[in-house]
């Protein structure tokens, strides 16, 4: 029985991509997975999430990682339907990895609405939509991790030519960054997701 996790990473990010991941694997190898120490990506350190990533690479029978950017993002914003941005990229990971149950971290208020959303998108695929299922389901941690490492490594890319910080409004060195960006240039980098509302108010404001 092939068993599916599904993730995202970067959601609430001022800029670089919406990475969405998803592994699947036999259920016989749950098990080899808690023992090697999967767990939310949240409550690992980048290092630990380094060397799990390439281990649940090794161990996984298969995964797909997609990077939605801030472009689509903001189609999406505009349309009020970033919650069906992300069921449309989640239902196609459940179809490509085509595993009998797949479990997936909702990002809607009602996760029953987001699963039969994916469902319905993935040629009605079994999906078990809960939220926190990150830290719930070691399949979804293992997604969320490969999700997590996927989006750190581009945003290290674009700091290689920017001081950006982390990317999220709470980051000051983001908020620094997109201001003197939009001061400079008098536009944002195609990198930045100008939907969103911090965004906004710096463009407002100057």
């Known amino acids: 029985m092939q068993i599916c996790g599904v993730d995202d990473a ?26 090697l120490g999967v767990k939310d990506s949240k409550k690992l350190n980048p290092k630990s999430r380094e060397q799990l990533y ?17 472009r689509i993002i903001d189609a999406s914003v505009k349309n009020h339907c970033l919650n069906g941005l992300e069921a449309k990229y989640m239902a ?8 009998d149950t797949s479990y997936v971290d909702s990002c809607d208020v009602n996760p029953l609405r987001f699963g039969k959303e994916i469902s319905q998108l993935s040629n009605n695929h079994k999906i078990k939509s809960y939220h926190h299922a990150d830290s719930r389901f070691v ?15 581009a945003i290290a890319k674009l700091r290689k030519n920017h001081d950006l910080g982390s990317g999220y409004p709470s980051d000051s060195v983001t908020v620094k960054f997109v201001k003197k960006y ?4 008098k536009a944002m980098p195609n990198f930045v997701r100008k939907s969103w509302k911090p965004v906004q108010k710096i463009v407002l404001k100057n």
Do not use: C
């Open 10 to 35: 970067g959601r609430g990010s001022m800029l670089g991509p919406l990475v969405i991941a998803g592994i699947s694997l036999d259920k016989k190898k749950l098990r080899k997975l808690s023992s």
């Open 54 to 70: 390439k281990e649940i690479i090794k161990l996984v029978d298969d995964y797909y990682v997609a990077r939605i950017s801030p």
């Open 92 to 99: 196609k990971i459940v179809s490509k990895l085509n595993a």
């Open 139 to 153: 399949v979804v941690s293992a997604a969320s991790i490969i999700a997590k490492v996927s989006r750190d490594r």
């Open 182 to 185: 939009y001061l400079t240039n």
